[in-house]
């Protein structure tokens, strides 16, 4: 919602005070339709030439986390820590064999099958299995496996941030596809130097759109785009990082209500349940069948 507000404001204050100061659209009217052929399609062509086909559709699926924000809401971290608390706990009252039913086949767990998001999030499923299925094979030592988590998270992190990248890299690129317009549009006027300066005031003015329009879509628009797009998904990340705290927490050795706990602390401020929230949600929690 902010963002609209935002590109509203953005084309408000720009627009209203060109208008405002005596300027007339009719040149950029006229011209804009062919400034952006030139400009947007030369930005689109170099997003295509330089990212992978994976990448340019996390791109185009990007403005949607940008309008919407974080897949992750409150409840859902409340979820994840419901989760992490059932098999930590199930691990360390009934041992390790209790739990391998779960983690071998999640989508048949009765566990996972009470929170569906969850379960479809591959990611989180299998950071949470694979590391306690290292531990099934004793693989104990909470600082190897706080390592593995780690770079587990950092290169699913590196993978996800590509197309908010690609999309700071089209922002960077607009001011300077500005200049080609306009430089072609100088050419074109020099084409045309004998005719009355009037009839050439316009052709520059045209020439000028393009840098005009660079400039205006890399810093107003697509730069800003491209920061949102990369925060939203820094803080989607955050749901990982909750896995690897708990986990590491509960090979520390402590109870399962305190590993939630610990990992309750990492849960983003607008996100974060009390701890009385998060005490009842783990009260009606199902136990592990």
Not at 42 to 50: E, F, M, Q, R, Y
Not at 255 to 265: H, N
């Amino acid at each position: 919602m902010f963002q609209i507000i935002g590109v509203v404001v953005v084309f408000g204050m720009v627009f209203g005070g060109f208008m405002l100061a005596g300027g007339h659209f009719d040149v950029i009217i006229k011209a804009a339709p062919f400034e952006m052929m030139m400009i947007g399609g030369a930005a689109v062509g170099a997003l295509l030439i330089g990212n992978s086909f994976k990448t340019v559709m996390g791109v185009l699926g990007g403005f949607g986390k940008i309008l919407a924000g974080p897949k992750w809401k409150p409840k859902d971290y409340t979820d994840l820590l419901s989760v992490l608390f059932v098999l930590t706990k199930t691990m360390k009252t009934k041992g390790v064999v209790a739990i391998e039913a779960h983690i071998e086949n999640p989508k048949e767990s009765r566990i996972f099958q009470e929170y569906p998001k969850i379960l479809k999030d591959h990611f989180a499923i299998d950071l949470i299995c694979d590391t306690l299925r290292m531990m099934t094979m004793n693989l104990e030592d909470p600082h190897q496996v706080e390592d593995a988590i780690e770079k587990q998270i950092e290169k699913h992190h590196h993978e996800a941030h590509a197309p908010a990248h690609a999309l700071q890299n089209m922002a960077d690129a607009l001011p300077a596809l500005g200049i080609v317009a306009a430089v072609l549009g100088i050419i074109k006027t020099m084409g045309a130097i004998n005719q009355p300066p009037e009839y050439l005031g316009k052709l520059i003015g045209s020439a000028l759109v393009g840098t005009f329009l660079g400039v205006f879509l890399a810093y107003g628009l697509i730069g800003p785009f491209a920061t949102r797009m990369g925060e939203v998904i820094d803080e989607e990340g955050k749901f990982y990082q909750i896995i690897k705290d708990v986990l590491v927490a509960h090979l520390h050795g402590n109870a399962a209500q305190i590993s939630v706990e610990i990992g309750r602390g990492s849960i983003p401020s607008p996100a974060q349940p009390s701890f009385a929230e998060l005490e009842e949600a783990l009260n009606n929690v199902p136990e592990a069948g």
